[in-house]
């Protein structure tokens, strides 16, 4: 069995990132709008905000009130989707219930849209077009590459069917060549599907879902999900302990998708800088 080590994968792409950053002559920049004060989103912010820094992008924390109006919002997105110093502009999801998310995503210039939740963007990787793509999905596929294994007519099973996860996840797996089948909370015979795999991706936000008796000897399993137990230990979807008896590779929580995502995120804003120039 062998453990898909994402903190390290992502430490390789920052460095590499980290490299051709020095060579242009204008710092790739990202802006991260976050709305209200929500730990983990502000957690977030600032883990990506850090990682900017690391790899030497010119980085705008902004941070709004909970109360701020759709207006203001929209008002600030356009002001920066206007900025020739930003190339990425996101903005930390949930959102308080008084703004309208997705006319939020649709007002941030598709070029800039570094999360790639603009519709102009899913569009594309419907159509195996894609320039800037969901970042933890992306990354996941960054993560499978490392397995060396080829996805061409492999079975596929993504657990979850949200729109910055499970949907963009089974899209990316289907323009890699494999057979994709998409499972959400009314799939019948979850375990029976899963032990057809030779690739599973779970996104549910379930501790210990995915038992290691559902895993086909050998498959590969990446856990996107993040749970924190009541002990303050952080799991994923998949039961870790049993899973690592059947599967071939497995990336593990925390230390799996968590950093694959902040460093495609770079990724992307790097993309959309060579766009733009
Ligand atoms: P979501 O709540 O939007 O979607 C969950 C999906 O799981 C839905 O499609 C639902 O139908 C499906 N589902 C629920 N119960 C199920 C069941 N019993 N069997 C099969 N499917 C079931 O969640 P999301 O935003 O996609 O996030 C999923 C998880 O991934 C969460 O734990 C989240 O914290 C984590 N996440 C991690 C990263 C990362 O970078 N590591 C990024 C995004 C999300």
Not at 7 to 15: F, G, H, S, T, Y
Not at 46 to 66: H, L, M, P, Q, T
């Amino acid at each position: 069995m062998n453990i898909i080590d994402g903190k390290q994968i992502a430490q390789k792409l920052r460095n590499d990132i980290a490299k051709k950053v020095e060579k242009l002559d204008r710092a790739p920049g990202l802006a991260v709008i976050l709305v209200g004060d929500d730990p983990a989103s502000t957690i977030y912010v600032r883990n990506k905000d850090n990682a900017c820094k690391e790899v030497g992008f010119y980085s705008e924390k902004i941070n709004k009130s909970a109360n701020i109006t759709q207006q203001e919002l929209l008002d600030e997105v356009i002001r920066l989707n206007n900025d020739d110093k930003i190339d990425g502009i996101l903005v930390q999801l949930p959102l308080p219930k008084h703004l309208d998310t997705n006319l939020v995503i649709e007002t941030i210039s598709p070029e800039k849209d570094v999360d790639g939740f603009h519709s102009e963007n899913i569009g594309k990787l419907m159509q195996n077009k894609a320039n800037l793509r969901p970042c933890t999905p992306k990354g996941v596929m960054t993560m499978l590459a490392t397995t060396g294994i080829d996805l061409i007519g492999k079975d596929c099973v993504v657990v979850g069917a949200s729109n910055i996860v499970g949907r963009p996840m089974a899209m990316e797996l289907l323009n890699a060549g494999a057979t994709v089948t998409i499972c959400n909370s009314k799939t019948q015979d979850l375990s029976g599907k899963l032990q057809r795999a030779d690739v599973i991706v779970v996104a549910v936000g379930v501790a210990h879902l995915i038992k290691g008796d559902w895993i086909k000897k050998g498959a590969v399993v990446i856990d996107v999900g993040i749970n924190r137990l009541e002990t303050g230990k952080l799991v994923g979807d998949v039961d870790f302990e049993s899973a690592i008896k059947n599967a071939g590779w497995i990336s593990p929580v925390p230390g799996g998708v968590g950093p694959m995502t902040i460093a495609t995120l770079l990724e992307n804003t790097l993309t959309a800088y060579q766009n733009r120039k």
